[in-house]
């Protein structure tokens, strides 16, 4: 069985341009969470999906941020304008609908942001 | 509110000789609580899981973990440690919210070492 994967690895981009990150989860997972390690600190939760729906975005930074899972599979986060401090890594994961408990992570995207 | 604490940022030991990676939790309600590894350009890995059953938890790869109330604690152990467990640990804690969203609350991280 395939994990989740994530796309690209690594990104590089000049501050104010935009980025898409890809996440795609374990076949039939309903529920998909985007994570977020900023240098030195903790990874942080920033939004989580039911299917295609947002169930919980508290996490989410600002508006700059936005994510999207359409169809209820694969899941982009798009960062416009990008800043400085949106660099760090940025984790997916995801859990089947029956046990919302144990979450699978992806091997994460490194965003820079120069 | 829940919150993990990882009191080393760094350990390091020599191959062959236990690992101890300590780490304190609180939590409002009866947390589940995890351990995860991640190697370098490796996704985060399930080392291993406590949901209440038994309190002393096997893991993957030799690795343990025991779950003490009175002290708020999930250390992880291992026997004998090898070249290969050299990674990043994180020590975790979920609760159930109303949303029906599990809060994962991370550590922030604990590098182990392994020396020839």
């Known amino acids: 069985e395939a994990g989740v994967t994530q796309f690209p690895s690594h990104s590089v981009i000049e501050k104010g341009q935009t980025v898409t990150l890809r996440c795609d989860p374990i076949s039939g997972h309903d529920n998909l969470y985007w994570y977020r390690r900023v240098m030195g600190k903790e990874i942080k939760f920033l939004l989580h999906?039911?299917?295609?729906?947002?169930?919980?975005e508290s996490g989410m930074p600002n508006n700059r941020f936005l994510a999207e899972r359409t169809g209820g599979t694969y899941s982009t986060l798009k960062v416009q304008p990008a800043e400085l401090e949106d660099s760090g890594v940025y984790f997916c994961?995801?859990?089947?609908?029956?046990?919302?408990?144990?979450?699978?992570f992806g091997p994460g995207t490194r965003l820079t942001v120069l | 509110a829940q919150s993990v604490t990882q009191l080393d940022s760094h350990v390091s030991v020599s191959e062959g000789t236990p690992v101890l990676l300590r780490c304190n939790y609180s939590?409002?309600?009866?947390?589940?609580l995890f351990w995860y590894v991640q190697h370098p350009n490796k996704g985060l890995q399930l080392l291993l899981k406590?949901?209440?059953?038994?309190?002393l938890v096997k893991g993957i790869n030799g690795f343990e973990a025991e779950f003490k109330k009175s002290e708020t604690s999930f250390h992880l152990t291992k026997p004998s440690a090898h070249m290969s467990d050299a990674a990043e640990y994180f020590c975790v804690v979920s609760d159930l919210l109303r949303t029906g969203r599990r809060a994962l609350t991370f550590g922030s991280g604990t590098r182990l070492q392994v020396q020839p």
């Open positions: 406590y949901t209440s059953a038994a309190t």
């Open positions: 994961a995801s859990s089947p609908g029956t046990d919302t408990d144990t979450q699978y």
């Open positions: 939590s409002s309600y009866s947390p589940s």
């Open positions: 999906f039911v299917k295609e729906s947002k169930q919980d």
